[in-house]
């Protein structure tokens, strides 16, 4: 196991109260429990925001584009300042100004390596200086490239198996922001075993 996988998240309920603690490792282990994370996605001044392919490595969706960058607040840590971490660890970028667009719960199975993410999610759009450097680690970046947003929406639709399934939430709430009081969980909630779970993998609250 790797040290961040031993690290500490904060076990949430469904209306984002915390009400106890497990390892990264745990919370990811099938059933899966709820727990708090954070999506940053980082708009240039046109618009176009920076997408990572995860590497290879990842213990969860590897080798799929994802927004550009995630994580999970330790108990007692801000979110600005975990996200912050979490931007210099993974992209050697940062610190930068984050806001809040929204908030959701997602429920997804890795099929490729029997981990499940069900995350309290919280999306923060960080405005991206085109002079900032960018330095990613090979351990947590394959690739990197910008998108237009709406595009990426549709191309979410045609093939959502080149992305992470929590991707299509974290657009649709950058491009119609609800705000840090959204107690939206949309329809990706539901762990396996319910009447909805429909499939393994879904989309993200899109």
């Given at each position: 196991?790797?040290?961040?996988?031993?690290?500490?998240?904060?076990?949430?309920?469904?209306?984002?109260?915390?009400?106890?603690?497990?390892?990264?490792?745990?919370?990811?282990?099938?059933?899966?429990?709820?727990?708090?994370?954070?999506?940053?996605?980082?708009?240039?001044?046109?618009?176009?925001?920076?997408?990572?392919?995860?590497?290879?490595?990842?213990?969860?969706?590897?080798l799929r584009w994802a927004n550009s960058c995630?994580?999970?607040?330790?108990?007692?840590?801000?979110?600005?300042?975990?996200a912050n971490r979490r931007l210099r660890e993974?992209?050697?970028?940062?610190?930068?100004?984050?806001?809040?667009?929204?908030?959701?719960?997602?429920?997804?199975?890795?099929?490729?390596?029997?981990?499940?993410?069900?995350?309290?999610?919280?999306?923060?759009?960080?405005?991206?200086?085109?002079?900032?450097?960018?330095?990613?680690?090979?351990?947590?970046?394959?690739?990197?490239?910008?998108?237009?947003?709406?595009?990426?929406?549709?191309?979410?639709?045609?093939?959502?198996?080149?992305?992470?399934?929590?991707?299509?939430?974290?657009?649709?709430?950058?491009?119609?922001?609800?705000?840090?009081?959204?107690?939206?969980?949309?329809?990706?909630?539901?762990?396996?075993?319910?009447?909805?779970?429909?499939?393994?993998?879904?989309?993200?609250?899109?």
């Amino acid at each position: 196991m790797n040290s961040r996988e031993e690290h500490l998240v904060e076990l949430v309920d469904e209306t984002g109260n915390a009400h106890g603690e497990t390892t990264v490792a745990a919370a990811h282990q099938p059933p899966g429990q709820l727990h708090r994370a954070f999506s940053v996605l980082l708009v240039d001044p046109d618009g176009q925001v920076l997408l990572q392919r995860r590497a290879a490595v990842k213990t969860r969706f590897p080798l799929r584009w994802a927004n550009s960058c995630c994580g999970h607040p330790r108990p007692g840590e801000s979110l600005a300042e975990a996200a912050n971490r979490r931007l210099r660890e993974e992209l050697g970028a940062g610190p930068v100004e984050l806001t809040e667009v929204g908030v959701y719960a997602y429920y997804a199975e890795d099929p490729a390596t029997g981990r499940v993410e069900f995350e309290y999610d919280h999306v923060l759009r960080g405005e991206f200086r085109p002079s900032a450097p960018l330095l990613p680690d090979p351990n947590e970046v394959a690739e990197l490239r910008w998108a237009d947003p709406a595009a990426l929406e549709a191309e979410l639709d045609l093939d959502p198996r080149s992305y992470a399934p929590w991707l299509g939430g974290v657009v649709s709430r950058l491009l119609r922001p609800t705000g840090s009081a959204a107690a939206a969980t949309g329809p990706a909630t539901t762990p396996p075993g319910s009447a909805a779970d429909d499939t393994a993998e879904r989309s993200g609250g899109r």
